[in-house]
């Protein structure tokens, strides 16, 4: 009791709350943004620290968000197997385009997210492209958790609670960028799979294990959210979830490599379609 007053007491007054905070500098936690990104203590192998532009961990029920440039590749690592990265791509110069799941789904003929799959806009235009993944669990059909489901659920859903709807943690990510809820469709998750039956029920397969990996490479200057919460088809009774590192670095030689079919392997011809319409796009607002 007596620390605790004296500690209210120590930042009472304009001077000790100023020295309180001033004496948090420089202080680290297992989760949290590298800032800067080169000095992050978990660099990926064979990634130069120095070339670094994003390096965080976001906890559990945690979000967060960054504009990254065209050519970037994002690396998102599932820690102890059982984060589940729910992601939202907005185009940076044009926010009203964005991931269209429905179309990344349906135009490559494929509803499983994997190495070569392309993220795409409704403009049948591409955002990013899977480039790795050794996780192989991931989800473009059941989008992310809500505030009734998650209340219904768990009994709670407020970012701040012990179970945060992925929905409500994205929405504060998109605020920061001007953006609301009406720019929130639909969602993908990365580290927990999920396929469908016969008779067309989703059945949820869960996670690869720990240190699984996904890589993304951006196609176009994007606003990037992510959430990292439960699954909404994850059959736990109790809110179940795990830290997510994520990493970006500036790859733009990877673009040129993606094309010519030398980092996944060929692309299908509605994925080069996409591409030849982003870069058309790009090259006629004088950006490529």
């Known amino acids: 009791m007596t620390s605790d007053v004296t500690s209210q007491s120590a930042t009472a007054t304009t001077a000790g709350a100023k020295a309180h905070a001033r004496a948090q500098h420089g202080l680290v936690a297992d989760e949290m943004r590298h800032v800067p990104a080169t000095t ?101 059909l059941a989008g992310t958790t809500t505030r009734s489901g998650n ?51 989703l059945r949820w397969t869960g996670s690869a294990g720990p240190g699984g990996t996904v890589d993304l490479l951006l196609h176009v200057d994007a606003v990037v959210l992510l959430a990292n919460t439960a699954h909404p088809l994850d059959p736990r009774p109790e809110f179940t979830c795990s830290p997510l590192r994520v990493h970006a670095w500036p790859a733009p030689a990877d673009l040129d490599q993606l094309i010519a079919g030398d980092l996944v392997g060929p692309l299908g011809p509605e994925h080069l379609q996409a591409v030849a319409n982003t870069d058309a796009d790009l090259a006629a607002r004088g950006a490529l």
């Open 40 to 140: 992050s203590p978990t660099v990926p192998p064979g990634v130069p620290s120095d070339v670094l532009t994003w390096s965080e961990t976001i906890a559990a029920g945690g979000y967060s968000t960054a504009v990254l440039a065209r050519g970037t590749r994002i690396r998102l690592t599932d820690v102890d197997g059982d984060a589940c990265a729910h992601l939202m791509l907005h185009r940076a110069d044009a926010p009203h385009e964005r991931l269209n799941v429905a179309d990344t789904v349906k135009v490559p003929w494929q509803a499983y997210l994997g190495a070569g799959h392309p993220l795409l806009s409704g403009f049948g235009r591409v955002l990013a492209t899977v480039v790795a993944d050794t996780s192989t669990a991931h989800d473009a």
């Open 151 to 201: 209340e219904a659920r768990y009994g709670a859903a407020e970012p701040e609670s012990p179970a945060p709807a992925g929905r409500e943690l994205l929405l504060l990510g998109a605020l920061k960028h001007g953006l609301g809820r009406r720019d929130l469709p639909g969602t993908v998750s990365f580290f927990k799979g999920v396929r469908v039956d016969a008779d067309g029920a």
